[in-house]
């Protein structure tokens, strides 16, 4: 129906119950065995209805499927690592990349942001027999949108792999699974499922106005915490990712503009996603691809506020009329997804003052 459909959309509210008594799914999902199995078998079909090469596969939880969609011909692959110093850090980093990515055609656009340490300049020597390698120096201050700019006009791929050096993989065939969404003509870009090096989550999707101004839903789980309606460990759509590791085409990223330097450390990356939102694409995230992130161990958080005001001004529509693709029931101060207070409001726009004392709700 939603294929035929000129336009799908969510009410959200409680409008079926579902009893549950022995025997039925809603106790057991291991009650009807043959339903699991012909949900996995209805989504292949649709796949193969719409033209779409992949396989179905079913989750570890029942009546929940993963879909790994098949990389199309042998696209190049730029990965984008800015980094200064830090020389474990990005060794680690590239260890992990060459590892199991299960895609192979990729090259590396090495960004270094004026390092002086001898451990990581001895790194760069040894690299620079790798034919995929390429080293860009930019010593300009630190704007991480502007060594991402200079370093993709720099890149040859037809897509794109933003990447922090504080990330290593953790999955095999994490690359694929980001090549087979990204590919897709209706995708704008493509995050992945990061943890901190503790093992709770860090990120599996962006929340418009979590937190006050954009928050990663979830954040702090433990690692293997399905999370609300098992949101962490499914394929879905978000109306942004991290720019800890963001894919998307080179197409795409033309069409919009890039990384807007203004916002110079953080909130660029929740711009671009929201950039390509506006221009009609889908932002998705996959739980298939699976990195460790450090977060802020090579920078910190200097110079993080600057740019909240800015991105606030620029998306205050997005603030006011709440995030399209999170349940207006779901709390905006707490990322475990729990019922929204009904003094809630108040409070959420009194945090955002506290960031943006110009706020008005």
Same mark, same amino acid.
């Given at each position: 129906m939603t294929e035929r459909a000129r336009r799908v959309c969510h009410i959200p509210r409680i409008l079926y119950h579902w009893r549950a008594i022995p025997g039925s799914a809603a106790t057991d999902a291991a009650a009807k065995p043959w339903a699991n199995e012909?949900?996995?078998?209805?989504?292949?079909?649709a796949l193969a209805r719409r033209g779409e090469p992949g396989t179905v596969e079913h989750h570890v939880r029942r009546g929940f499927f993963h879909v790994r969609r098949d990389v199309v011909g042998d696209p190049l692959v730029s990965i984008v690592i800015?980094?200064?110093?830090?020389?474990?850090l990005l060794q680690r980093c590239l260890d992990s990349i060459d590892e199991d990515p299960g895609h192979r055609r990729y090259e590396l656009v090495l960004v270094d942001n004026d390092s002086t340490e001898p451990e990581l300049l001895g790194l760069l020597d040894r690299l620079s027999d790798r034919r995929d390698v390429t080293v860009v120096h930019d010593p300009r201050p630190f704007n991480w949108a502007a060594l991402n700019n200079g370093a993709v006009d720099r890149s040859r791929g037809?897509?794109?792999?933003?990447?922090?050096?504080d990330v290593t993989a953790r999955s095999p065939g994490w690359?694929?699974?980001m090549v087979g969404h990204a590919q897709r003509p209706d995708v704008g =870009?493509?995050? #992945?499922?990061? !943890?901190?090096?503790?093992?709770?989550v860090q990120h599996v999707g962006t929340v418009i106005g979590l937190g006050g101004v954009a928050g990663h839903v979830m954040a702090g789980l433990p690692g293997d915490a399905p999370g609300y309606m098992v949101f962490a460990e499914l394929t879905r759509n978000w109306s942004a990712v991290t720019g800890a590791c963001l894919m998307m085409r080179r197409a795409v990223f033309d069409e919009v503009g890039g990384l807007d330097e203004t916002l110079a450390v953080s909130y660029n990356d929740v711009d671009l996603c929201l950039k390509v939102v506006e221009a009609g694409y889908r932002i998705v995230y996959t739980p298939l691809a699976e990195l460790v992130h450090a977060e802020s161990a090579t920078r910190g958080l200097t110079g993080y506020g600057a740019d909240i005001e800015p991105f606030? =001004?620029?998306? #205050?529509?997005? !603030?006011?009329d709440g995030d399209p693709l999170y349940n207006p029931n779901l709390s905006r101060l707490d990322a475990r997804c729990v019922v929204r207070l009904p003094d809630e409001d108040d409070r959420w726009n009194e945090r955002l003052r506290t960031l943006v004392p110009w706020w008005t709700s």
């Open positions: 012909a949900g996995r078998r209805a989504v292949a079909e800015p980094f200064r110093d830090g020389a474990g037809d897509l794109l792999l933003l990447l922090n050096n690359l694929a699974a =870009a493509v995050g #992945a499922r990061l !943890l901190y090096p503790d093992g709770r606030v =001004a620029r998306w #205050a529509h997005w !603030l006011r």
